[in-house]
């Protein structure tokens, strides 16, 4: 049962995007894209006791995704998504939602105990209540168990202490080129080549894994022994919402399948340019793809 069991902690909303409404939020997205893969992804967040709540949970039941949701006194939350020329999002974040009210409750405990992987970042975090759901969750998560931090700062909804305490507790960090510039201010590490800064986390941080991905530019891996870097394919983006959370997602999936660093990093990077061709963070995967991960 552990074996199977990959959970996305944090939050779960609608995506305004132009062209309607998508579910969204980087736990879930992440949960998901491991669920394609035959894991039993699990999305463990709040909503509210609304319509909008109602079709999250309409949703994921039609996309066949597990989810320990619970209902909160707070509106269930949305982000107002902008593309601009280039395919990128612009995300507009409202406060006060459900899911910076995330409870822990036995049945949250009991997924923590029975999971090979957990996926969190540091949006879920900006409210104390949420933040200490999350900590004891990881707390409770097996000592083999994959505790990967897809660090996802937006606006300002972060701080030093936080990121610094998440590094603390993960074994893989997930960040991209941006979030490395404010990490590189965060922490002094100006002056640093992203190749040194990477290598430092990982050392300094005891962790398995760091990865780094650079939008169209590539993507790195930094392992004790591996460095793995691919060039990004060039496909005809649509827009790039969920771009991340999909190579985070195949790339565990990858690894547990048993495919190598290398392995699994060429199938994350196929995924996510698969992912931005489409619209939204959750399109549903052609067996072509899905096959390459057996």
């Given at each position: 049962m552990m074996k199977n069991i990959i959970i996305g902690l944090g939050e779960i909303l609608w995506d305004m995007l132009p062209s309607g409404k998508k579910l969204g939020g980087a736990p879930a997205n992440f949960a998901y894209i491991?669920?394609?893969?035959?894991?039993?992804?699990?999305?463990?967040?709040?909503?509210?006791?609304?319509?909008?709540?109602?079709?999250?949970?309409?949703?994921?039941?039609?996309?066949?995704?597990?989810?320990?949701?619970e209902k909160v006194g707070f509106p269930t939350g949305t982000v107002a998504v902008t593309i601009d020329e280039t395919g990128n999002p612009q995300y507009e974040i409202c406060k006060g939602v459900a899911w910076d009210n995330i409870?822990?409750?036995?049945?949250?405990?009991?997924?923590?105990?029975?999971?090979?992987?957990?996926?969190?970042?540091?949006?879920?975090?900006?409210?104390?209540?949420?933040?200490?759901?999350?900590?004891?969750?990881?707390?409770?998560?097996?000592?083999?168990?994959?505790?990967?931090?897809?660090?996802?700062?937006?606006?300002?909804?972060?701080?030093?202490?936080?990121?610094?305490?998440?590094?603390?507790?993960?074994n893989v960090l997930k960040m991209n080129d941006e979030e490395m510039v404010i990490i590189s201010n965060l922490f002094e590490y100006q002056g640093l080549s992203e190749d040194a800064i990477c290598k430092k986390i990982l050392n300094d941080y005891q962790m398995k894994?760091?990865?780094?991905?650079?939008?169209?530019?590539?993507?790195?891996?930094?392992?004790?022994?591996?460095?793995?870097?691919?060039?990004?394919?060039?496909?005809?983006?649509?827009?790039?919402?969920?771009?991340?959370?999909?190579?985070?997602?195949?790339?565990?999936?990858?690894?547990?399948?048993?495919?190598?660093?290398?392995?699994?990093?060429?199938?994350?990077?196929?995924?996510?340019a698969y992912v931005c061709t489409q619209q939204g963070a959750t399109p549903e995967f052609p067996p072509k793809l899905t096959e390459l991960f057996k």
């Amino acid at each position: 049962m552990m074996k199977n069991i990959i959970i996305g902690l944090g939050e779960i909303l609608w995506d305004m995007l132009p062209s309607g409404k998508k579910l969204g939020g980087a736990p879930a997205n992440f949960a998901y894209i491991v669920s394609q893969f035959g894991f039993d992804g699990y999305a463990v967040s709040a909503i509210g006791n609304d319509l909008l709540g109602k079709e999250i949970l309409d949703n994921l039941k039609e996309k066949k995704l597990n989810f320990l949701i619970e209902k909160v006194g707070f509106p269930t939350g949305t982000v107002a998504v902008t593309i601009d020329e280039t395919g990128n999002p612009q995300y507009e974040i409202c406060k006060g939602v459900a899911w910076d009210n995330i409870p822990f409750t036995s049945q949250t405990e009991m997924l923590a105990k029975i999971c090979c992987a957990v996926c969190f970042g540091s949006l879920a975090q900006r409210s104390e209540f949420s933040r200490n759901t999350i900590l004891k969750f990881l707390e409770l998560v097996p000592e083999k168990a994959l505790k990967i931090f897809d660090i996802n700062l937006r606006q300002l909804f972060y701080s030093k202490e936080i990121i610094e305490k998440s590094l603390k507790i993960c074994n893989v960090l997930k960040m991209n080129d941006e979030e490395m510039v404010i990490i590189s201010n965060l922490f002094e590490y100006q002056g640093l080549s992203e190749d040194a800064i990477c290598k430092k986390i990982l050392n300094d941080y005891q962790m398995k894994m760091v990865v780094l991905t650079k939008g169209e530019t590539g993507s790195y891996i930094f392992t004790d022994d591996i460095v793995s870097y691919i060039e990004t394919p060039k496909v005809s983006v649509v827009d790039t919402v969920g771009a991340g959370d999909s190579f985070t997602g195949s790339l565990v999936a990858a690894l547990f399948n048993g495919k190598t660093i290398q392995e699994a990093h060429r199938l994350a990077v196929e995924i996510s340019a698969y992912v931005c061709t489409q619209q939204g963070a959750t399109p549903e995967f052609p067996p072509k793809l899905t096959e390459l991960f057996k």
